[in-house]
């Protein structure tokens, strides 16, 4: 099936005014604060299932980044069902993947978005071994030289539940967001996600909370 631009709406880019724009720019903040006691600039989000929100909430905190003054890079690292690049409207045609088969150099698979400091690795074509890829020495060394030239780092994977996509992933990140959807996923699910995680020594920094019904901000007093 054909997914949408639509399904990753960039709020924090479009409406940076409103209290959802606000809720990715309190998540940046926390995530700031995390990293007192060591550095957290490769950071990658992941979800239990699919649909649950973690490219939306990547590509959104990924602006909040950018318009702090960061230079910030998003890698799509999902090589089975990779979207990030609709979010940004860009092409799929190459990325990571001829990156790592050495068809193209990392230079020229970097896209700039239309968000000034805001940069984009897709997936490129899925190819038919996304774990021998994600584990080989050249994607520790792809990090390694994207960790250098960014200031942050935001990589987006599979869900952790069932594949090790992410597991993989994660022992070359600084820390992990687990992005959750209220009322949809089942508490099992999310504690096996985190204990997939937890089990390769993942910094699990936070779970983030999606589509949650909450009151009005006016409720509160603000208008």
């Given at each position: 099936?054909?997914?949408?631009?639509?399904?990753?709406?960039?709020?924090?880019?479009?409406?940076?005014?409103?209290?959802?724009?606000?809720?990715?720019?309190?998540?940046?903040?926390?995530?700031?604060?995390?990293?007192?006691?060591?550095?957290?600039?490769?950071?990658?989000?992941?979800?239990?299932?699919?649909?649950?929100?973690k490219t939306t909430t990547l590509a959104n905190l990924a602006v909040t980044f950018a318009h702090e003054g960061?230079?910030?890079?998003?890698?799509?690292?999902?090589?089975?069902?990779?979207?990030?690049?609709?979010?940004?409207?860009?092409?799929?045609?190459?990325?990571?993947?001829?990156?790592?088969?050495?068809?193209?150099?990392?230079?020229?698979?970097?896209?700039?978005?239309?968000?000034?400091?805001?940069?984009?690795?897709?997936?490129?074509?899925?190819?038919?071994?996304?774990?021998?890829?994600?584990?080989?020495?050249?994607?520790?060394?792809?990090?390694?030289?994207?960790?250098?030239?960014?200031?942050?780092?935001?990589?987006?994977?599979?869900?952790?539940?069932?594949?090790?996509?992410?597991?993989?992933?994660?022992?070359?990140?600084?820390?992990?967001?687990?992005?959750?959807?209220?009322?949809?996923?089942?508490?099992?699910?999310?504690?096996?996600?985190?204990?997939?995680?937890?089990?390769?020594?993942?910094?699990?920094?936070?779970v983030v909370l999606n589509k949650a019904a909450v009151k009005r901000m006016k409720d509160y007093g603000y208008e």
């Open positions: 099936m054909l997914r949408s631009i639509n399904e990753f709406p960039l709020i924090a880019e479009h409406n940076p005014r409103s209290p959802v724009s606000e809720a990715y720019r309190t998540l940046r903040t926390n995530i700031e604060f995390s990293s007192v006691d060591r550095s957290i600039s490769v950071i990658m989000v992941t979800s239990a299932q699919s649909g649950e929100g960061k230079r910030v890079l998003m890698i799509d690292t999902d090589l089975r069902k990779p979207s990030l690049h609709l979010a940004f409207r860009q092409s799929n045609r190459s990325g990571l993947t001829d990156v790592l088969a050495q068809k193209t150099d990392l230079e020229q698979a970097i896209r700039q978005t239309s968000v000034e400091r805001l940069f984009l690795l897709p997936a490129g074509p899925v190819p038919p071994n996304p774990v021998e890829m994600l584990v080989s020495n050249r994607m520790k060394q792809l990090m390694e030289l994207c960790r250098n030239e960014f200031d942050i780092v935001l990589v987006d994977t599979p869900p952790a539940y069932a594949l090790t996509d992410a597991q993989v992933v994660s022992s070359l990140c600084d820390g992990v967001l687990l992005v959750v959807q209220a009322g949809r996923t089942k508490r099992q699910m999310v504690l096996k996600a985190k204990a997939n995680l937890k089990r390769v020594g993942a910094n699990l920094l936070g």
